[in-house]
């Protein structure tokens, strides 16, 4: 078999350099040579199966909206998208500070906290109207708020305001929580209708401190049973490293699992970029077969790594998404047990989380065939097909009940309630990137003046450049530190 | 080479009339083997005639507002012969009452089998059809469930019923390659019409285009025609067959 | 058995279907064509006992005339099929807007589609001695579909012709059915628009267009082996 190639970064000096993609010992490594900084290797899949596999899920692209910037340096250095970005945003990015309340060894942004960056309401206005112009009439389903620290701005309310008048319908907010141990706070934002990502990598109190610099564990347990108790959707947000908090993938599933209000799990492989790349060796680095590995093992293979599939709207090296129906009376079974890998690649090829529309209905109607026809399929456990059919036959009571129509907005809740996912996202460091990955990155920052710069580009290279986000202080001690992590020593084993 | 050579065909009600009379003409156009329940047991002669015609025969004593036993049945079937091919809902019941003295029993008891027992009937064999992505099923309605005609109000409302289930399941199924039908014979000779009394009779004839009552091995005939591939693109119909009344 | 037919617009691309399906089914088949003459050649080669005669079916005259030809060289008349139809009064393959409709062209097409079979019915009642005729419409003619205004109108007149003509001929042992196709894998469905055309199948429960030969069976079923429906329109659409 031929061997791929693709072009990537040097390490130290990030300029454009070609790489091989070399299988060993049944995983996946990207070869690169600098002219200035010599030879380097690095891990990209710790399975070069998965690698394959996720390669062989193929989709068509749908090309930026809005200006697009000419080729002069070549990608990734023309980003604002350059005619050569293949895929336009599906979910626009928006780092509404550059202030924040961690320093985070594990951070893979800059923060700045000195004179920090707070996005104002007319900035923020015309990025929407940018978006909403380049949407065209498609739907606009979903938007990211994140910084720094988006709950340190002080009008974060407002701007989930702005964006849900403008037509967003999912408002998401990536936080650390910690100010959300504050129920009038929290009372805020269940107002507006914000959905939280919330950052919990793990339930040890000295991993916490590893990763985060801190103890955060506590409040963002209170911060949670609030959330439940307001009924806000919650997404857990573990960034996962080698060595560190591995253990907790369980756990972290379980916990997702067993709450109604959390909707899912997005787990971030380690990425070694802005403090992260500073502060943490590379043997931390895990990758999303590990991942898949350690949810197995963690469900007793009933969750396996051929439940997921890549995302159609991105490289299928970037996600890799696993969604579970949640049965009446305890427990859960992956989607892909009662529909092909490829239908449930289907369904994710509108947006990035499934949004219950006519496909979904149309393939739940299938499965309802299949499932009754042939109970005794592989892949189930005896009983689970009737488990399966008894739960959706109950659904569908819930979104068409008899005598009373049942508003969009209440149907909609009672489908996505209905389901947990699982998130497998691998952010691009300058030793894993990829090209043939960021032409066709379909989340990235939006700006005022329309341009949009893809989030891994963005992170790598665009952002320490960002008077607004990057702090001189700290990008002289990334200068000063490379490539080995300096700040904190790192417990293997 | 008949039109349902190798075809595996289960028949309610065949062991007398019309159902008898299906049973061998599905056996005479090359069904590999024919299954016939009935209420009462009995159905020698079906079973003579299906033997005679070269096909396997199989006679079963079951109800088919019987789930549970109708289930195992098909269950039986699909086991032993690999899959059905056919399903003929035939089996039905009349009473001749005027509207007056049709009280709650026997209103449930016509709707019973004539309903619900082709619904239960029909999605025990459809499981299978399902999982093969093929099959047909054909039900026999009837002209006093299509037209204002003298008619027992409960017997004409449950083959009523009959034509309105074959559109919604042939419509549900078809995505799965199965065809679903209605055969709705008009008054048939020996039929349940030999209850009518004579001056209907009489009348019924008077008005019947070909004047004459039909037979059941005429429609019998038409049934073997609907259920074989060669009528592959017709689904969901209710198709008359009354000689012109 | 019945043994003998006269199918008009053999020559068509479902008329041939019908011809084949007769054919293997014993029959030996009179067809008539107007401008189809190489395919009335070629049926007549390959179907046994074949004969053809040219028949413009807007020219009543000729009708009892051809069919007495015909049914001289078969023998004998046992079926009648009338297959035989315009699908737009422009005479081309298109979907006639409502605008666009003439009166010469409106006559035209109920001449042909409707008037022709109409005589064809009326001579043959004193020719067959029992048997059946079929006519052959589309489903515009029986469900709410879109459809050239024209074309179903005649579609709905051969309907309740049938209904009557059934009642008449009953007596004499002639039964008469209407089958009604849905879109086909050629001939007239060939001029539906693709959006309609895609519209059908989104709707068509067996998701496919139907191929001539079934519809062709289901005609050749009720052609020569019915023998008691009567006055009906048998749909064979997958399921609209």
């Not at chain 1, 309401?121 to 990211?144: C, K, M, W, Y």
């Not at chain 1, 030793?431 to 990155?441: A, M, N």
């Not at chain 2, 003295?101 to 089998?113: G, R």
């Not at chain 3, 080669?45 to 009708?63: E, N, P, Y």
Request: aromatic share 6%; glycine share 10%.
């Amino acid at each position: 078999m031929n061997e791929r190639t693709t072009q990537g970064l040097c390490g130290t000096c990030k300029r454009l350099v070609d790489v091989r993609v070399i299988t060993r010992d049944g995983a996946v490594y990207f070869a690169k040579s600098c002219p200035e900084h010599g030879p380097e290797e690095h891990l990209v899949a710790s399975s070069a199966e998965w690698f394959e596999d996720a390669l062989s899920f193929e989709a068509p692209m749908e090309p930026p909206r809005g200006e697009v910037k000419p080729v002069t340096r070549g990608c990734p250095f023309d980003c604002g998208p350059c005619t050569e970005h293949k895929q336009k945003v599906f979910m626009p990015v928006i780092p509404i500070t550059s202030a924040c309340n961690l320093d985070c060894p594990i951070c893979y942004t800059v923060n700045k906290n000195e004179g920090a960056h707070m996005l104002s309401r007319e900035s923020f206005a015309a990025v929407l109207a940018h978006l909403t112009r380049h949407a065209g009439g498609d739907d606009l389903d979903i938007i990211n708020f994140t910084g720094g620290e988006p709950t340190l701005h002080p009008e974060l309310p407002e701007l989930l305001r702005m964006a849900r008048a403008a037509g967003y319908r999912r408002l998401t907010v990536s936080t650390n929580g910690l100010k959300l141990a504050n129920e009038d706070y929290v009372e805020v934002l269940a107002a507006v209708d914000a959905r939280i990502v919330l950052s919990l990598d793990t339930f040890d109190d000295e991993v916490d401190r590893r990763m985060l610099g801190a103890t955060t564990l506590k409040t963002k347990l209170r911060a949670l049973d609030l959330l439940q108790k307001h009924d806000v959707t919650t997404t857990i947000l573990p960034a996962v490293a080698a060595g560190l908090n591995d253990k907790d993938v369980g756990p972290l599933l379980e916990l997702v699992l067993s709450r109604p209000n959390i909707c899912s799990l997005e787990m971030h492989t380690l990425t070694f970029t802005g403090q992260g790349g500073v502060g943490f060796s590379r043997s931390a680095r895990i990758t999303t077969p590990d991942l898949h590995r350690l949810v197995d093992e963690a469900t007793g293979g009933r969750i396996a790594w051929r439940d997921f599939v890549p995302s159609p709207l991105a490289h299928s090296h970037c996600y890799s998404i696993c969604y579970l129906l949640v049965l009446d009376g305890g427990g859960y079974v992956p989607y892909t047990r009662f529909m092909s890998r490829a239908r449930l690649f289907e369904l994710l090829g509108d947006s990035i989380y499934i949004e219950p529309r006519e496909k979904v209905q149309e393939a739940m109607r299938e499965a309802i065939d299949d499932l009754w026809a042939d109970p005794d399929r592989a892949g189930l456990a005896p009983g689970q097909a009737e488990a399966i059919l008894a739960t959706l036959k109950r659904l569908l009571g819930e979104l068409f009940p008899p005598g009373g129509a049942v508003s969009l907005d209440a149907r909609r809740r009672v489908a996505e309630r209905a389901s947990k996912a699982i998130y497998i996202h691998s952010h691009m460091d300058e030793e894993t990137f990829d090209v043939e990955r960021i032409k066709r990155c379909n989340i990235g920052v939006p700006e005022a003046d329309g341009s949009n710069i893809p989030t891994c580009a963005y992170n790598v290279l665009y952002r320490e450049k960002d008077q607004r986000f990057a702090d001189g202080e700290m990008l002289e001690r990334m200068a000063a530190t490379r490539p080995v992590g300096r700040r904190l020593p790192l417990v293997t084993g | 080479m008949g039109l349902l050579t190798g075809k595996r065909v289960l028949v309610t009600g065949g062991s007398r009339g019309l159902g008898r009379a299906i049973c061998k003409a599905v056996a005479t156009e090359g069904a590999r083997a024919v299954a016939f329940t009935s209420l009462h047991g009995g159905g020698v002669e079906s079973t003579q005639d299906i033997e005679a015609a070269g096909a396997e025969a199989r006679a079963y004593q079951v109800s088919t507002t019987d789930a549970a036993a109708t289930a195992q049945l098909v269950a039986l079937l699909e086991k032993e012969w690999g899959g059905i091919d056919v399903l003929v809902n035939n089996a039905g019941v009349s009473q001749t009452l005027p509207l007056a003295l049709i009280d709650e029993a026997d209103f449930d008891h016509v709707m019973s089998v004539n309903v619900k027992g082709v619904f239960l009937t029909s999605k025990a064999v459809l499981r299978g059809m399902m999982r093969r992505k093929s099959g047909v099923i054909l039900n026999i309605g009837s002209l006093l469930g299509l037209r204002a005609i003298d008619a027992p109000v409960h017997y004409a409302a449950s083959k009523a019923a009959v034509h309105g289930l074959t559109l919604a399941m042939a419509k549900e199924v078809a995505r799965h390659n199965i065809r679903v039908l209605c055969l709705a014979p008009g008054l048939l000779e020996d039929g349940m019409g030999k209850n009518v009394p004579e001056h209907r009779l009489k009348d019924f004839l008077e008005h019947c285009a070909l004047g004459r009552a039909g037979t059941f091995e005429e429609v019998a005939r038409f049934a073997a025609f609907l259920v074989s591939d060669r009528s592959a693109y017709t689904t969901g119909e209710t198709i008359l067959m009354d000689g012109g009344l | 058995m019945a043994r003998t037919a006269i199918v008009f617009g053999a020559s068509g691309a479902l008329g041939r279907a019908v011809a084949a399906s007769l054919a293997r089914d014993g029959a030996r088949v009179g067809l008539t064509y107007c401008r189809g003459e190489a395919v009335a050649r070629e049926l007549c080669a390959t179907l046994d006992g074949a004969v053809a005669r040219r028949l413009d079916l807007t020219v009543t005259a000729d009708i009892p005339r051809v069919i007495d030809e015909l049914a001289a060289e078969l023998g004998s008349v046992d079926a009648f099929v009338h297959c035989a139809a315009l699908f737009s009064t422009t005479g081309g393959p298109v979907f006639d807007p409502l605008a666009a409709v003439d009166e010469a062209g409106f006559d035209r097409l109920l001449a042909v589609n409707v008037r022709s079979a109409f005589f064809a019915v009326q001579h043959l009642a004193g020719v067959m001695k029992g048997g059946n005729v079929v006519l052959v419409a589309s489903i515009d003619s029986v469900k709410s579909v879109p459809a050239p205004v024209p074309y179903a109108a005649a579609g709905g007149a051969l309907v309740a012709m049938a209904r009557a003509l059934a009642k008449d001929l009953g007596p004499r042992n002639l039964r008469v059915n209407v089958v009604a196709s849905g879109v086909l894998d050629g001939g007239l469905s060939t001029a539906l628009p693709a959006r309609l055309r895609a519209e059908y199948l989104k709707h068509c429960g067996l998701r496919r267009v139907g191929k001539r030969e079934e519809v062709a069976d289901l005609i050749a079923w009720l052609a020569l082996q019915n023998t008691y429906v009567t006055g009906q329109t048998v749909v064979a659409d997958g399921c609209l």
